[in-house]
């Protein structure tokens, strides 16, 4: 089992910057993919960014590139995402979630691959 909690949320303006923290506890041996979702309401829950929990490039989807930066800390079991430049259409509950299903390049961005989840952390960028 891992555990994932969220944490870092809030309100911010329009350009605004926010980070957004995943602890991990558990087994966390059993790791090999970290990623960020989010959900706005009445849409589907969208892959924001992913990272192997060993190293390697990070994966994000084409709205955050070069605004989101997902980073880890191994050594205190924590996952970040650095999200600057913030637009309110960015405006949604942020999940964490880890995948144990194995190697695979590029990381995966389907939900369905990712076995835990956290309670999410809301974000809310005002115009």
């Known amino acids: 089992q891992v555990q994932v909690v969220e944490s870092g949320g809030g309100l911010v303006q329009a350009g605004g910057s926010l980070r957004l923290s995943c602890a991990i506890s558990g087994r966390t041996f059993s790791l090999y993919y970290m990623g960020w979702f989010r959900q706005a309401p009445g849409k589907e829950r969208e892959f924001v960014a992913a990272?192997?929990?060993?190293?390697?490039?990070?994966y994000y989807t084409d709205s955050v590139k070069g605004r989101f930066t997902i980073s880890r800390d191994n050594a205190k079991n924590t996952m970040f995402l650095q999200m600057n430049s913030l637009k309110p259409e960015d405006t949604a509950v942020y999940y964490c979630a880890a995948s144990v299903t194995g190697w695979r390049i590029p990381p995966p961005r389907n939900s369905a691959e990712y076995t835990y989840w956290g309670q999410g952390t809301q974000v809310t960028v005002s115009s």
């Open positions: 990272i192997a929990w060993s190293g390697g490039s990070p």
